[in-house]
């Protein structure tokens, strides 16, 4: 089973680390980092960097293919035709096209999810309805091939219920094992439903200085309107 998952300046890495440590144990597992150049890829942080030795040019095809997400590096990617071109062609290979996060953003620009209904993480979620995406405030949402998934650790949830629709439950649960994914978290704080006014604002103080942190001081004035729109 040959999975790709899709690599950019500034993405989340847990975003594309935490499908690939499920998805890595289905029996069989191809996994391909790929990016528009090969070399080194960076991280939102800037403390960690993957070195990437395929190019989307060179992948054309896959069973499943993984969009992460980022802080706020997903908003050039939209833009970016070369790489919303290649979406387009391999999800025409793919039996399951998938994205954690932000990267729902560019499976809709992409043209990929018109009409359907979609998740993200909760800050750029309402940017899906731009591109004829539905967003819904969900962990994870599946509509045909397409499965979405809402912020950073909801990717390893959505690895595993992808790996549960093809190899079934009692591998999977082997799988949560192997991980030891057993999440119990000090605080119930987590879900953007459920926290506080409180600590929503403290989180997108957050967001916003890591966002221009990314960005960068030329990259928000040349994305000033729609990215500052995005992380106030």
């Known amino acids: ?3 790709v998952i899709y690599l950019y300046n500034g993405i989340t890495m847990l975003d594309a680390i935490g499908p ?3 998805l ?3 029996p069989d597992a191809e996994i391909y ?4 150049r090969t070399g080194e890829i960076k991280a939102d942080s800037g403390f960690i960097d993957i070195n990437v030795k395929h190019r ?3 992948v054309l095809e896959a069973d499943i293919l993984i969009i ?3 802080t706020i590096a997903f ?3 939209m833009k970016n035709e070369n790489v919303l071109t290649w979406i387009k062609k391999i999800d025409k290979t793919t039996k399951w096209t998938t994205s954690v996060c932000s990267g729902s953003t560019l499976l809709a620009s992409a043209g990929l999810l018109t009409g359907l209904k979609a998740t993200s993480h909760w800050k750029p979620l309402n940017l899906l309805s731009k591109f004829g995406a539905v967003p819904t405030r969900e962990r994870i949402v599946e509509e045909g091939k397409y499965i979405t998934a809402a912020g950073v650790s909801a990717g390893i949830d959505m690895a595993l219920y992808l790996s549960n629709r093809i190899i079934g439950e009692n591998e999977t649960k082997a799988i949560q094992l192997i991980l030891e994914y057993d999440p119990q978290p000090m605080f119930e704080s987590g879900n953007y439903s459920t926290a506080d006014e409180k600590i929503i604002k403290t989180a997108e103080k957050k967001l916003a200085r890591d966002a221009k942190k990314s960005l960068g001081l030329l990259g928000i004035l040349k994305n000033s309107k729609s990215i500052l729109n995005m992380i106030r």
Do not use: H, L, Q, T
Not at 33 to 36: K, N, R
């Open 75 to 77: 908003v050039e990617e």
């Open 1 to 3: 089973m040959k999975i």
């Open 24 to 26: 890595r144990n289905i």
């Open 56 to 58: 989307i040019a060179d």
């Open 33 to 36: 980092f790929v990016a528009e």
């Open 20 to 22: 690939y440590e499920v």
């Open 68 to 70: 992460p997400g980022s």
